[in-house]
């Protein structure tokens, strides 16, 4: 008998391409580190809202974050493109009916979340295509693997009482966690819990598990873009 895996929880919205960076390399390693990963679809305004995280809306801040990516494409290994409107996209149009669906979908087909949720983000942070309209979202369903009336049957569900609640009470419970934004990533081990936020803390990922970091794109692994 194995080792018992060790639980990993990625709080993440579509809306944040750090969280793509962080899912795509969780999802990576997930077989290597002998973890279970959940994935655990969330609201990143709202987390903001609740943590009382109002970062200031610099120009300065989003030049950086298009050279950032540009770098992070290459080293992560991922198609990360910024929209050409960057704030019309991010701040006004926002993720709230796409996270509704990933969270319809992870309540009923929870083995097409990653997939789903990866489609969502190659819309939005790769071709600069909508996520927010419901044609947009059942798009990225089918592409992903969803038979149309499957996704259409998600899709007339992201208003209902039992959806919202479960987006709510996972917003709580990253909230709970400590989150002030996304990506998080709660390690379950030994009786312990640490939240780790952000893309860029793995490597220290790998340490607290006892595991060998090899970089955002292990040799041997496929890329499941």
Same mark, same amino acid.
């Given at each position: 008998?194995?080792? =018992?895996?060790?639980?990993?929880?990625?709080?993440?919205?579509?809306? #944040? &391409?750090?969280?793509?960076?962080?899912?795509? =390399?969780? +999802?990576?390693? $997930?077989?290597?580190?002998?973890? @279970?990963?959940?994935?655990?679809? +969330?609201?990143?305004?709202?987390?903001?809202? !609740?943590?009382?995280? *109002?970062?200031?809306?610099?120009?300065?801040? /989003? $030049?950086?974050?298009?050279?950032?990516?540009?770098?992070?494409? $290459?080293?992560? @290994? =991922?198609?990360?493109?910024?929209?050409?409107?960057?704030? &019309?996209?991010?701040?006004?149009?926002?993720?709230? #009916?796409?996270?509704?669906?990933?969270?319809?979908?992870?309540?009923?087909?929870?083995?097409?979340?990653?997939?789903? #949720?990866?489609?969502?983000?190659?819309?939005?942070? #790769?071709?600069?295509?909508?996520?927010?309209?419901?044609?947009?979202?059942? /798009?990225?369903? !089918? *592409?992903?693997?969803? /038979?149309? !009336? @499957?996704?259409?049957?998600?899709?007339?569900?992201?208003?209902?009482?039992?959806?919202?609640?479960?987006?709510?009470?996972?917003?709580?419970?990253?909230?709970?966690?400590?989150?002030?934004?996304?990506?998080?990533?709660? =390690?379950?081990?030994?009786?312990?819990?640490?939240?780790?936020? %952000?893309?860029?803390?793995?490597?220290?990922?790998?340490?607290?598990?006892?595991?060998?970091?090899? %970089?955002?794109?292990?040799?041997?692994?496929?890329? @499941?873009?």
């Amino acid at each position: 008998m194995g080792p =018992v895996p060790r639980t990993l929880e990625l709080f993440y919205d579509v809306l #944040s &391409p750090y969280s793509w960076l962080g899912f795509e =390399v969780l +999802c990576r390693y $997930q077989h290597l580190w002998n973890v @279970q990963l959940q994935l655990r679809p +969330c609201l990143f305004k709202e987390i903001l809202k !609740e943590s009382g995280n *109002k970062p200031p809306l610099v120009p300065r801040k /989003a $030049q950086y974050m298009a050279s950032d990516l540009r770098l992070l494409k $290459q080293h992560f @290994q =991922v198609p990360i493109h910024m929209p050409k409107d960057f704030f &019309p996209t991010v701040l006004r149009k926002g993720s709230v #009916s796409a996270m509704h669906f990933l969270t319809a979908v992870n309540m009923e087909q929870p083995e097409m979340l990653e997939k789903v #949720s990866r489609e969502l983000w190659m819309r939005i942070w #790769s071709r600069d295509e909508d996520i927010t309209e419901p044609g947009s979202i059942l /798009a990225a369903a !089918e *592409k992903a693997g969803l /038979a149309a !009336e @499957q996704a259409r049957g998600l899709l007339e569900k992201i208003s209902t009482a039992p959806v919202k609640n479960q987006l709510r009470e996972t917003i709580e419970a990253a909230c709970k966690y400590g989150a002030f934004g996304v990506p998080v990533t709660v =390690v379950h081990m030994d009786g312990q819990t640490h939240m780790l936020f %952000g893309s860029d803390r793995l490597e220290l990922l790998a340490h607290l598990l006892g595991e060998k970091w090899m %970089g955002p794109a292990p040799p041997g692994v496929s890329a @499941q873009i």
